[in-house]
Nanobody, 126 residues
Framework: VQLQASGGGLVQAGGSRRLSCAMS????????LGWFRRAPGKEREFVAA????????NYSDSVKGRFTISRENAENTVYLQMNSLKPEDTAVYYC????????????????????WGQGTLVTVSS
């Protein structure tokens, strides 16, 4: 399984950004997906997760109401739409995939994911 994240960059506070993560190598619908981030000097933290079918989603409290995770199974891609960005959202964002989640299950811990993308940096300026 290969995950390729993209879409990072510099954005002003209050702005929006959409991250993409394309999967190759396996059947996309067999995987629950998630986004995590690591801010400078901090540990990696959970951001959002989506179930295999896309019907269940989960968000961290820090992004709830501002970020939206979605998946396009026909394109083998998971997205993270980020709105109302804040300087504290500055981080390297990672997508992850889990093939052990059952239908309808979301994964909210990094140890539950077997596959990881390389990360894409989002910098939010104040």
């Amino acid at each position: 399984v290969q995950l390729q994240a993209s879409g990072g960059g510099l954005v002003q506070a209050g702005g929006s950004r959409r991250l993409s993560c394309a999967m190759s190598g396996r059947t996309f619908t067999n995987y629950a997906l998630g986004w995590f981030r690591r801010a400078p000097g901090k540990e990696r933290e959970f951001v959002a997760a989506i179930s295999r079918g896309g019907y269940r989603k989960n968000y961290s409290d820090s992004v709830k109401g501002r970020f939206t995770i979605s998946r396009e199974n026909a394109e083998n891609t998971v997205y993270l739409q980020m709105n109302s960005l804040k300087p504290e959202d500055t981080a390297v964002y990672y997508c992850a995939a889990s093939d052990t989640a059952v239908t309808g299950q979301v994964r909210s811990h990094d140890y539950e994911y077997e596959y990881w993308g390389q990360g894409t940096l989002v910098t939010v300026s104040s």
